[in-house]
């Protein structure tokens, strides 16, 4: 296969270099101390470049803001996540029972991370819409469908994939004082009214 093809089946992309993989490692461990140690909204991108030891030029072309920063350092955890749902629905089993394991692990995620999810300039819509986060509303809605095939699967997917989103969670907590069995409890009952209709 000539030099063409191979640029058509990998869309033209070189492998990265060995130093630039390991300067974003780098960086993605530093921020992430820097941000357990002083809150993710206290940390700038200078300071994590001076942190790393590297230019700034080189945090810029790993992550041009720190919305991207946030979104990579949220992107291991994303992917247990999925590999643990992708496990359990292959074990097949009652979906409504998978949909309550999977609501109550969704909220475990987003309020673990809720620093890097409500870091400025990360919108409510801009998470709602990206797609490492769309695959939570599609699994949703599928084991809706599979739980009452009657109940209009989308509309109360939309319902339930609001209620994890960052920004309603912080609203619940900080806003309205709830603690997170009352959050939890809440979202699971607002799940059985919908099955029920």
Request: charged share 20%; proline share 2%; with cysteine.
């Amino acid at each position: 296969m000539n030099g063409m093809d191979d640029n058509l089946l990998t869309g033209g992309t070189r492998q990265k270099r060995a130093d630039a993989v390991e300067n974003c490692a780098l960086l993605l461990r530093t921020a992430q101390e820097l941000f357990a140690e002083h809150g993710v909204e206290n940390v700038s991108m200078s300071a994590i470049a001076e942190a790393a030891g590297v230019g700034k030029g080189t945090l810029y072309r790993h992550f041009a803001n720190k919305v991207e920063l946030c979104l990579a350092l949220l992107d291991a955890d994303q992917r247990e996540l999925q590999a643990r749902t992708f496990t359990l629905l292959r074990e097949g089993g009652d979906a409504k029972a998978n949909l309550r394991w999977f609501l109550g692990e969704t909220y475990a995620f987003v309020s673990r991370n809720l620093p890097l999810l409500n870091v400025d300039g990360m919108s409510s819509g801009s998470m709602l819409d990206h797609p490492a986060h769309l695959w939570w509303r599609m699994t949703i809605r599928g084991l809706l469908a599979q739980a009452n095939p009657n109940i209009d699967a989308d509309y109360s997917a939309d319902v339930l994939y609001v209620l994890l989103d960052a920004h309603t969670i912080l609203f619940q907590r900080n806003t309205a004082g709830y603690d997170s069995d009352r959050i939890i409890d809440g979202l699971l009952a607002t799940l059985d009214r919908l099955l029920s209709d």
